[in-house]
Each structure stands twice: as C-alpha cells, then as structure tokens.
C-alpha cells in the first residue's frame, strides 16, 4: 500500500482526523497539513514540480499519511470552478502514483448550510442566499464575477471529482466514505476505517469529543452583527468600521459562549434551509447524488474485507445493481 492521501472534503470530519486519530497511527507517519499545502498547493499550476514535492514530503513516501482538506478545492470558492480540484488530483498522482486516496462526502445540502455557518465564523456577514446565489446579481461580464471567486454549488457534487481520481489511481484505490456514518457511530467506524486501511492504532487514547461545534440561532446572529466591525477574513462580506484585533477577541467570546450552553441548541440543516431552497438543491444535486450512490454501491460489493460494509446503504442509498465507476460517470 503506497501513501494514505485524505483529501477533505470540508466539513466532514478533518479537524477530528487530523487533531485526534492521524497522529496516533503508530505503524505510519503522519505529516502535518502545513507540509501537505507545501507540497501541493504552494505551487502555481505551472510551476509545479513533482520532484520537488516529494522532496518536501521527505524519504520513505509511500509511509505516509496527508491529511489536508483544501486538497479538493477551497470551501468558498468551490476548488475554483473544480480547476484546483482536478488540478491538485493531477499533481498527488504525479507525485506519489501508488497513493491510497480517502475521500469523505457529505449530504449536499448539509455541506452547504456548514459552508455558509463556516463563513459566518470566518467573518461573513451575508444571509445563506446571498453566500450561494450571489454572483446571480452581477452582469455576466462584471469584473466581480473572475475576481475574487465565490461560492460554487457544483463544489459538493462529489461524483465529478471521485471520477477523476478513478481515472487517474483506479478505482480500487480511492475509498470514499460517508460522513453521516462516521458521525453515527465514531468508535464504530473508526475501527472498520483502520482495518481497511491497515492501520495500527489504540483507539482507547482517543479523543472523541466533536469539533467545530454549530452556533445557537442568538449566536448566529450575534456572529453575523458582531462581523460589521472587522473586515475580515472572508471576501464577499460589509463592515461598518474596522476595529483592529475584534475577530479574534469575538470569535473567542463566540467560542465561550456557545460552549456554555445558555443560548440554545445548535442549529440544524432544517432550521436554516427553507423548503423552496431545499427543493431547489435537492433537484440541483439529484443526478450526481444518484451516481455517487451507485459508485459507493459498486465500492462495497468490490470490498471483499467486509470491514465497512455496515455503514452503507442508509440514508437512501441506491438500491440498483452495483457497475463499475465508468458507468458512473
């Protein structure tokens, strides 16, 4: 088995991963993300350069495990139109072609409800319409539109992107899991993903606490009023007047408060998204949910272990009979 690469997606898990289980893999070395950025992402598209990554990686390559979710594109500039996206795959395959590639998806609209509540926490201002549809208000030739980039809901069509990296290691070698079924049952599937992997790891030194916790609705729009006095960190954001060191100072107060329980349950995915919108998404996302169903369909019925097969087919996974990912496509 040649390098474990985990390239995201955001908001399923990395933080736990990297923070909590990548580091206690004891039969592999774990690389912290700032070394995966510089071997990956430092570089322009044309100014990469596969030996110098692997000289940024270091001897003894296919020991390691990459864990950095920016690997499959931006969160809020959705990987550049998937140009990054592609791009990236393009250069770990270069790099370290015999690489294990872990890819995490999650319920689209689920992922673009934690998009925009990310936004929020990095600064933003914006209701969740104007985060996703925004560009929608430009003429089609406005400068705004290439510079700086936005929000891309074709982001979280994951099918697109599974495909390329089918192509380019095989499919055998691109495991893609759920992250509702991770969030299910942590120990669980854990234990299975180690197994599949070969990984050696005491999960009993585990930290299982959750990380990145949603905001409470007081909090949300505390977040949101509390961002008109920085100008930071997000792009497409308004100010009213830029106080130096209040994000930081906010967003600790933000983290206190919402870690005290006094103002309410987190928010869910229904709490924020109306029905016209979902509707709206929901039809958007059908065709490529339909072939990652069937893609992930495909993968349990190649995965001869049977370390993962009791997290599949839930939350309406498809039901067809399992082809092989180039029927996928």
Same mark, same amino acid.
């Not at 104007?130 to 979280?156: I, K, M, N, Q, T």
């Given at each position: 088995?040649?390098?474990?690469?985990?390239?995201?997606?955001?908001?399923?898990?990395?933080? !736990?991963?990297?923070?909590?289980?990548?580091?206690?893999?004891?039969?592999?070395?774990?690389?912290?993300?700032?070394?995966?950025?510089?071997?990956?992402?430092?570089?322009? @598209?044309?100014?990469?350069?596969?030996?110098?990554?692997?000289?940024?990686?270091?001897?003894? $390559?296919?020991?390691?495990?990459?864990?950095?979710?920016?690997?499959?594109? +931006?969160?809020?500039?959705?990987?550049?139109?998937?140009?990054?996206?592609? *791009?990236? @795959?393009?250069?770990?395959?270069?790099?370290?072609?015999?690489?294990?590639?872990?890819?995490?998806?999650?319920?689209?609209?689920?992922?673009?409800?934690?998009?925009?509540?990310?936004?929020?926490?990095?600064?933003?201002?914006?209701?969740?319409?104007?985060?996703?549809?925004?560009?929608?208000?430009?003429?089609?030739?406005?400068?705004?539109?290439?510079?700086?980039?936005?929000?891309?809901?074709?982001?979280?069509?994951?099918?697109?992107?599974?495909?390329?990296?089918?192509?380019?290691?095989?499919?055998?070698?691109?495991?893609?899991?759920?992250?509702?079924?991770?969030? @299910?049952?942590?120990?669980?599937?854990?234990?299975?993903?180690?197994?599949? %992997?070969?990984?050696?790891?005491?999960?009993?030194?585990?930290? !299982?606490?959750?990380?990145?916790?949603?905001?409470?609705?007081?909090? %949300?729009?505390? $977040?949101?009023?509390?961002?008109?006095?920085?100008?930071?960190?997000?792009? *497409?954001?308004?100010?009213?007047?830029?106080?130096?060191?209040?994000?930081? %100072?906010?967003?600790?107060?933000?983290?206190?408060?919402?870690?005290?329980? !006094?103002? +309410?349950?987190?928010?869910?995915?229904?709490?924020?998204?109306?029905?016209?919108?979902?509707?709206?998404?929901?039809?958007?996302?059908?065709?490529?949910?339909?072939?990652?169903?069937?893609?992930?369909?495909?993968?349990?019925?190649?995965?001869?272990?049977?370390?993962?097969?009791?997290?599949?087919?839930?939350?309406?996974? *498809?039901?067809?009979?399992?082809?092989?990912?180039?029927?996928?496509?």
């Amino acid at each position: 088995m040649g390098a474990i690469v985990h390239i995201g997606y955001h908001k399923t898990g990395t933080t !736990w991963f990297q923070d909590s289980f990548y580091p206690r893999v004891r039969n592999r070395r774990y690389l912290p993300r700032v070394t995966a950025r510089a071997a990956f992402l430092a570089s322009g @598209a044309l100014h990469f350069d596969p030996a110098e990554a692997r000289r940024t990686l270091g001897d003894a $390559a296919d020991d390691i495990i990459l864990c950095e979710e920016n690997l499959s594109g +931006g969160l809020h500039n959705g990987g550049l139109a998937g140009n990054l996206s592609k *791009d990236v @795959a393009d250069r770990i395959a270069r790099t370290l072609p015999d690489a294990e590639i872990v890819i995490f998806v999650r319920d689209p609209l689920s992922a673009v409800v934690s998009a925009w509540l990310q936004y929020v926490k990095g600064g933003g201002t914006f209701g969740l319409r104007r985060y996703l549809f925004g560009r929608e208000r430009l003429s089609p030739v406005a400068p705004e539109r290439d510079e700086p980039p936005g929000f891309c809901l074709g982001h979280f069509g994951y099918i697109r992107l599974i495909a390329h990296y089918d192509a380019l290691f095989g499919p055998e070698r691109v495991h893609v899991f759920r992250y509702e079924h991770f969030r @299910a049952d942590p120990r669980g599937f854990a234990a299975a993903y180690a197994a599949r %992997l070969g990984l050696d790891i005491d999960l009993a030194q585990i930290d !299982w606490r959750a990380r990145n916790a949603s905001l409470s609705r007081p909090l %949300l729009r505390m $977040a949101r009023a509390m961002n008109l006095f920085t100008r930071r960190a997000v792009a *497409d954001k308004s100010w009213l007047i830029h106080i130096p060191g209040w994000y930081r %100072l906010s967003r600790r107060l933000l983290r206190r408060a919402n870690a005290s329980g !006094w103002f +309410g349950r987190p928010l869910t995915t229904d709490d924020l998204i109306d029905s016209v919108l979902r509707h709206r998404l929901r039809a958007y996302y059908a065709p490529d949910e339909a072939m990652l169903a069937v893609r992930l369909r495909w993968q349990d019925e190649a995965d001869r272990s049977g370390t993962v097969l009791r997290w599949r087919q839930r939350h309406g996974d *498809d039901d067809r009979s399992p082809q092989t990912p180039a029927h996928c496509r």
